[in-house]
């Protein structure tokens, strides 16, 4: 009897451990997990990717160069354009490299001009104006031909206060989980089904964290903004991008509304997502999907293929007159 009991043990025991081991590789390689994109706190735009990623989440692949963008290292050689953003334009973990509004850009507007274009994803969840202003000023504008900012109503006030995030919120790690199973439970079951009162934290990384930063001025990254671009003659416009609710309200909000009133005073060109995007296009309030940066890109592509026939046909007029 002993003999039967330590033998049903044992087996139970090794089905157990399997399936642990099983389940881990599963995990990891199915689904990415101890995969996730890490973070980095910096003193001048608050956070940011770590350089130098390569990964596989959610069967998607991520990268990021050695400036932190979401992009392929940077060509010197190329014709480059600023894409400055936040978790709208970075695209997050679901939305595949391939399919991000700049990796898009690139491809159809290289082929526009003939010429290798690269369009630099200069982005962070939760960035406002003021972030890209502070990125900028760390490592200059890598001789960029044209420059777009992708934002949204709450960033008129979505000011930098230099709040912990990283390893504090749950979307913001720096450093990976050792065990694929323990990242599951605790990252993700835990919060969600065990302990519902967790759930004002963002225990899905599925998208950059979205961070409340209540500025009571209207940020002034936004005028940085003009005022870099003009300085330098570099072609700038806005993409003032709605939150889902405005699009079924038919209406941008207070702070939509400031912006605006902003770009029309300054005299900045902006597109506005309003008239564009639909409820088809988001995958929540904010974020959009893949048929939503297809369609940010397809917009931004026709702003753009004008600018840079500008830019070209300005280079070329200097030319001849050297």
């Known amino acids: 009897m002993k003999k039967s009991i330590k033998k049903y043990l044992l087996i139970a025991g090794g089905s157990v451990l399997f399936l642990f081991v099983a389940g881990e590789i599963y995990l990891r390689q199915a689904w990415g997990f101890c995969d996730s994109v890490l973070m980095q706190s910096d003193s001048d735009f608050e956070y940011i990717a770590q350089p130098d990623q390569n990964r596989y989440r959610f069967k998607k692949h991520i990268l990021y160069n050695e400036y932190s963008q979401r992009s392929s290292p940077v060509d010197s050689s190329a014709f480059i354009v600023l894409g400055l953003g936040d978790s709208v334009l970075n695209g997050g973990v ?9 990796t898009r850009l690139c491809h159809e507007l290289s082929a526009f001009m003939g010429k290798k274009v690269q369009v630099l994803n200069i982005s962070a969840g939760s960035w406002g104006p003021d972030n890209c202003e502070a990125y900028l ?11 777009f900012l992708v934002c949204s109503s709450h960033d008129a006030h979505d000011n930098i206060n230099h709040q912990p995030v990283v390893d504090i919120d749950a979307g913001m790690p720096s450093r990976q989980y050792s065990l694929a199973w323990w990242e599951l439970i605790h990252r993700y079951l835990a919060p969600r089904y065990l302990f519902p009162y967790f759930r004002h934290h963002d225990v899905d990384d599925s998208m950059p964290t979205e961070i409340s930063k209540d500025g009571k001025i209207f940020n ?3 005028e940085a903004l003009v005022h870099r671009f003009r300085t330098a003659g570099i072609p700038f416009f806005i993409w003032l991008h709605p939150e889902l609710t405005e699009v079924e309200r038919g209406a941008y909000n207070n702070e939509g509304i400031e912006i605006l009133n902003f770009c029309e005073r300054d005299s900045i060109e902006v597109i506005k997502g309003l008239g564009i995007m639909t409820p088809g296009d988001y995958r929540d309030n ?3 999907n893949e048929q939503g940066q297809r369609k940010l890109a397809r917009y931004l592509r026709v702003l753009l293929e004008k600018k840079l026939m500008k830019v070209e046909s300005d280079d070329l007029s200097d030319l001849l007159q050297i």
């Not at 000023?137 to 420059?147: D, I, L, T, V």
């Open 286 to 288: 904010i974020h959009i």
């Open 137 to 147: 000023n760390r490592y200059g504008m890598f001789n960029g031909k044209a420059a």
């Open 94 to 102: 679901l939305t595949d490299q391939d399919s991000t509004a700049t």
């Open 220 to 222: 002034p990254g936004f």
